[in-house]
T-cell receptor
Framework: DVKVTQSSRYLVKRTGEKVFLECVQDMDHENMFWYRQDPGLGLRLIYFSYDVKMKEKGDIPEGYSVSREKKERFSLILESASTNQTSMYLC?????????????FGDGTRLSIL | AQTVTQSQPEMSVQEAETVTLSCTYDTSESDYYLFWYKQPPSRQMILVIRQEAYKQQNATENRFSVNFQKAAKSFSLKISDSQLGDAAMYFCAYRGGWIYGGSQGNLIFGKGTKLSVKP
């Protein structure tokens, strides 16, 4: 089975801090994704990557950046955390760009910015 | 912009009964995939079922089946013999081709339906 591991289940940070959320997958997947999940809004794509050192903006990239230095690891960075970034963050990966390829999700990180 | 609409924010079903969750989508593409994902409380999101647009036959996975109406752009999920473990958020998702960025593996999600199962 595919294993997508997010470094923290719960995280509390302060406004203005630089925050790193880490995600690792163990199945040599090409594609990796970061979403945020908010009640009533579903999942919204922040950034994605389809190869090492490649990144593409999703629907809501403002206030975020990403890093993919190794194929298995995809990091989400909040450069200067703000209270409106309090949310559930989900990482996902998929094998490749095939339309039929499902995304495999991590457990999520519930981030609170105080 | 591409949209996926789940019109039922919450649904409830009695244990052992059948429930249908609705999903509609908007697209001008002819080749695409549709997915249903399940997210139990405080647990990982997992794939329930998927359907290719070119296949007329509705996908089935054990107690889960879909009613795919391509012309109506409708993709509902039917859960038969509902169990307590089926209680979760259910998300409908679309992946298309190059028009909507699906060629890069992107999914477009609906806002979800929260399903409760009564014992």
């Amino acid at each position: 089975d595919v294993k997508v591991t997010q470094s923290s289940r719960y995280l509390v940070k302060r406004t203005g801090e630089k925050v790193f959320l880490e995600c690792v997958q163990d199945m040599d997947h090409e594609n990796m994704f970061w979403y945020r999940q908010d009640p009533g809004l579903g999942l919204r794509l922040i950034y994605f990557s389809y190869d090492v050192k490649m990144k593409e903006k999703g629907d809501i990239p403002e206030g975020y950046s990403v890093s993919r230095e190794k194929k298995e690891r995809f990091s989400l960075i909040l450069e200067s955390a703000s209270t409106n970034q309090t949310s559930m963050y989900l990482c996902a990966s998929s094998l490749d760009r095939g339309l039929n390829q499902p995304q495999h999700f991590g457990d999520g990180t519930r981030l609170s910015i105080l | 912009a591409q949209t996926v609409t789940q019109s039922q924010p919450e649904m409830s079903v009695q244990e052992a009964e059948t429930v249908t969750l609705s999903c509609t989508y908007d697209t001008s593409e002819s080749d695409y995939y549709l997915f249903w994902y399940k997210q139990p409380p405080s647990r990982q999101m997992i794939l329930v079922i998927r359907q290719e647009a070119y296949k007329q036959q509705n996908a089935t996975e054990n107690r889960f089946s879909v009613n795919f109406q391509k012309a109506a752009k409708s993709f509902s999920l039917k859960i038969s013999d509902s169990q307590l473990g089926d209680a979760a958020m259910y998300f409908c998702a679309y992946r298309g081709g190059w028009i909507y960025g699906g060629s890069q593996g992107n999914l477009i999600f609906g806002k979800g339906t929260k399903l409760s199962v009564k014992p």
